[in-house]
């Protein structure tokens, strides 16, 4: 995606709390601080049991399609991201039904050797992807929270709005006329003023990351009203260059670099905050 900014030498164009979220993925131990907010765990190797893997590795080499089938069903996971997985796993006569899929499952399970088979049972599960909830939570212990009432009421701080999703949405909706799907995932007061924000991690470049960061971007640009929005985007977005120091000119990162709305890292959401106080 073509630069309508200079990232070099144009940056005091770019606006406020980008240029200082950039700032800090450049000159801070960013990712590290990220560990406060999206509490990453830590991908430990599953190690099997030493009869187990004699067992699958005499299956696979022995063909017996049916018995190897049987051990990934009750006693590991799966190898690789099979989307019939947990239907095989988990629904009764689903393996024996669909003779067609356990062929073509085992087709994808020969083309390995035993070892490698293995190894992929015993490498380190994914670690937990679900960002937002960890967003949800370290708001819950950054800042304070209000109950709808209370939080209407309120006319001097800071405050999160503690409510279901439902409540949530309808506040939003009907006394701040947002008109929105769902609840942001940011609703905070600051004395008399209403910020509400989308927050999102974003990993790398291409397909659905893209998505999340048009949905932010969309979020932003329908401002109404009195109300503030506001994006909370982490991650990849604030990097500038590639790792052989050329610029980088991925969709994800120059559009939320060259936005002209307040969108910034969560490192520096109660800085932002803050400017509101005064």
């Not at 993925?25 to 990453?40: A, G, H, K, Q, R």
């Not at 997985?85 to 067609?100: A, G, H, Q, R």
């Not at 049972?121 to 009432?149: C, D, H, V, Y």
């Not at 940011?186 to 960061?213: D, F």
């Amino acid at each position: 995606m073509d630069r309508t900014i200079d990232i070099e030498n144009e940056r005091e164009e770019l606006n406020e709390w980008v240029l200082k979220s950039i700032q800090l993925f450049e000159s801070t131990p960013y990712l590290d601080n990220l560990l406060e907010v999206y509490p990453l765990e830590t991908a430990v190797p599953n190690h099997l049991e030493q009869r187990l893997k004699r067992r699958i590795i005499s299956a696979h080499q022995g063909r017996r399609t049916q018995n190897l089938i049987e051990i990934l069903q009750g006693e590991v996971k799966f190898p690789y991201d099979e989307p019939l997985s947990f239907l095989i796993k988990e629904v009764k006569d689903c393996k024996n039904l669909n003779p067609l899929q356990i062929n073509r499952i085992a087709n994808t399970l020969y083309a390995m050797t035993a070892e490698e088979l293995v190894v992929r049972l015993e490498s380190a599960p994914k670690i937990n992807q679900q960002m937002g909830p960890m967003f949800t939570n370290w708001l819950r212990t950054k800042f304070e929270l209000l109950n709808i009432e209370d939080f209407q009421r309120s006319s001097t701080g800071t405050f999160i709005l503690s409510s279901s999703e439902e409540d949530g949405k309808n506040f939003v909706n009907d006394v701040l006329n947002q008109n929105l799907r769902k609840r942001p995932d940011l609703v905070v007061k600051v004395n008399e003023t209403y910020i509400v924000g989308e927050a999102k991690w974003i990993g790398r470049s291409g397909g659905n990351q893209n998505n999340q960061v048009r949905d932010v971007l969309d979020f932003c640009r329908e401002q109404r009203g009195n109300v503030i929005r506001i994006g909370v985007i982490d991650g990849f977005p604030w990097a500038t260059r590639k790792i052989n120091d050329s610029i980088i000119y991925d969709k994800v990162n120059v559009s939320v670099q060259e936005s002209p709305y307040d969108i910034l890292s969560s490192l520096l959401l109660e800085d932002y905050l803050n400017t509101f106080l005064d």
